[in-house]
């Protein structure tokens, strides 16, 4: 159970975009489509699975001292291997938009920081089911950046044009003109940003509801439902005067 929960964990919890906010750099340069974002995220998560199982494999054989040097060796063997097999079966037009950014997988932070906090530390086994589920979650959160900003700023998904929509020679959604600004960097800052937000609020709202659920029913209802004051006695005999409304003889 506790191996399955390295994988069910990762996407949300341990999510590398909006919740570890890692790797932000490759993720603003290639979301323009959600191709881009899709080769990039399968690229990066091929290399995170293979070098998570093999430093942790030789995890007890690499001096302390050195240990980082060594990751990024790892990951670079890796990220070479991936990038002629991109070169081999990917579009020409995915290769020459992921650009450099392929390469530079070997510095990024989602990757090295999973070898240095986890695969450095467990099994070959809790390490791939760590780097499946990170993986995952870098899938999910690029392509969600890459799905609004290729709709908004091109008008297209997936490479084909969403507008207009004509049934029966009839238009029912018009032509969408594009807002280009969406296609570059100031929209993926927008969008991220935004994104930001949202799940950040998400995230109070939830807490907010976990910490009214465990209060207990009887405090709850004394917050929600507080005493009325009591009322002031309609006769009777005044309040008795206190020292401080007494006069103050001058001798």
């Not at 997988?105 to 086994?125: D, H, K, P, T, Y």
Request: glycine content about 8%; some cysteine; overall charge positive.
């Amino acid at each position: 159970m506790s191996l399955l929960r390295e994988f069910t964990d990762k996407p949300l919890k341990h999510n590398p975009i909006f919740v570890l906010v890692l790797g932000l750099c490759p993720t603003l340069a290639v979301s323009t489509s959600l191709k881009n974002g899709v080769a990039m995220a399968a690229a990066a998560t091929a290399v995170l699975v293979c070098s998570n199982i093999l430093i942790s494999l030789i995890r007890r054989t690499i001096p302390n001292q050195i240990r980082i040097a060594s990751f990024i060796v790892v990951i670079a063997g890796f990220v070479t291997m991936v990038e002629i097999i991109m070169k081999a079966i990917a579009p020409e037009a995915i290769n020459k938009a992921l650009g450099i950014f392929i390469p530079l997988i070997v510095v990024n932070c989602i990757i090295l920081g999973r070898a240095e906090a986890f695969a450095s530390q467990n099994g070959w086994l809790a390490s791939l089911l760590d780097g499946l589920g990170v993986g995952v979650g870098y899938l999910l959160s690029i392509s969600l950046i890459s799905f609004i900003r290729e709709v908004l700023g091109a008008g297209t998904l997936w490479g084909y044009r969403l507008t207009p929509v004509v049934i029966g020679g009839h238009t029912v959604v018009p032509d969408y003109q594009p807002m280009t600004a969406f296609g570059m960097a100031p929209g993926a800052f927008l969008v991220i940003g935004l994104l930001f937000g949202f799940f950040y609020w998400i995230g109070n709202r939830r807490r907010q509801a976990v910490r009214l659920a465990a209060t207990p029913a009887v405090a709850q209802v004394a917050r929600d439902f507080p005493k009325p004051p009591k009322p002031k006695p309609e006769g009777g005999s005044p309040p008795a005067e206190t020292a401080s409304d007494k006069p103050v003889s001058p001798h």
